[in-house]
């Protein structure tokens, strides 16, 4: 029937009405935070290019991750950023490395009642900033990481991790660390593959939380953002090596490959608003280009709208508030 039968605007007529019928809902469990510890810090430090983030120290990061359990986030994403590197990013695997004092710390902290993950990749350890061993010619060596990532494996759920996520982008890296978890007692360790990581722009400040000593890019094993097709089988190499969960990094740019992804597999996808999504938004913001809260949660509603069941963002504390208020 047409107008002025038909008339699609009176279920926008006031918020109540448009909220009843909303099509997609971001709820606050469905948001990770990821989480920076340094290494002898005694107080948390800004993060300069990414205003509201910060660098922690181990006790901050104990009172944020109990802050971040009481807005009602789904998980807490771990990164590490040691005094010292080397070669072989030893820091990720022993004990008493930053990082895996942090997971100690924080499942002390918040228990079960969170998703406490950890990021499994070397780049954060290495003195080159890699995400893997490199070969005498300065070429990453997939074969060689892959014996590291099982041992960072083991070490990230002895500490008592739930999740790990494997973010290097090496072929196999799926298979031998749920592998290397299932030998050593970790069964019930879940794995979240960053099953499609593009070499992408907007990872550079993160680079600065995790102080990066990268040499050169990571193009020979991170993705071709020209390619949805290849996406879509790392995806399935991934699940067939037995991953829990699968994830798209960055985001907003390639929210095709996340419904792309969602349409082809039956296991839960998440995907990452990364570092210069979020600086982008701020910046704006600061200058007063765009309303900061509703872009915030216009990009998250976009996220989840794609297909992504689970999304890291460095949001996800600020926006479980807002979500809670029913803004």
Same mark, same amino acid.
Request: charged letters at 20%.
């Given at each position: ?54 660098q ?40 008493d ?35 893997g ?16 990532y ?17 973010s ?36 550079? %400040?993160?680079r ?28 399935a ?30 296991? %839960? ?59």
């Open positions: 029937m047409p107008y002025p039968d038909i008339r699609p605007r009176r279920l926008r007529r006031n918020a109540a009405v448009r909220r009843l019928v909303a099509e997609t809902r971001v709820m606050p469990s469905d948001l990770v935070v990821p989480m920076f510890v340094r290494e002898g810090l005694t107080e948390a430090r800004p993060v300069a290019s990414m205003p509201g983030v910060v922690h120290s181990r006790e901050s990061l104990r009172k944020a991750a109990a802050e971040a359990v009481q807005a009602g986030v789904g998980g807490i994403m771990l990164f590490g950023v040691p005094e010292r590197r080397d070669a072989t990013g030893s820091g990720g695997i022993a004990p490395g930053i990082l895996n004092l942090a997971i100690r710390d924080v499942v002390s902290e918040v228990g079960d009642a969170t998703v406490v993950m950890s990021d499994l990749c070397l780049d954060e350890f290495t003195s080159h900033g890699h995400c061993l490199l070969t005498p010619g300065g070429e990453v060596d997939n074969d060689a990481t892959l014996a590291a099982a041992e960072m494996a083991v070490a990230q759920a002895a500490a008592g991790v739930g999740v790990v996520g494997p290097g982008m090496m072929d196999g890296q799926v298979g031998v660390v749920r592998r290397a978890l299932d030998a050593a007692g970790h069964q019930d360790v879940a794995v979240l593959a960053y099953a499609v990581k593009y070499a992408s722009a907007f990872f550079g %400040p993160f600065d939380a995790v102080e990066s000593a990268l040499e050169g890019d990571r193009r020979t094993y991170q993705q071709d953002p020209a390619n949805l097709r290849e996406s879509l089988r790392e995806v190499l991934d699940v067939a090596e037995g991953a829990d969960m699968v994830m798209v990094k960055p985001a907003l740019p390639y929210l095709d490959v996340v419904a792309a992804v969602r349409a082809a597999v039956d296991v %839960p996808v998440a995907a990452y608003q990364v570092s210069g999504e979020y600086a982008m938004v701020e910046a704006a913001a600061a200058n007063g280009w765009v309303d900061r809260e509703r872009v915030m949660l216009e990009t998250l509603t976009s996220i989840r709208r794609a297909g992504a069941q689970v999304i890291l963002t460095y949001w996800a504390v600020e926006a479980a508030g807002l979500l809670r208020e029913g803004y």
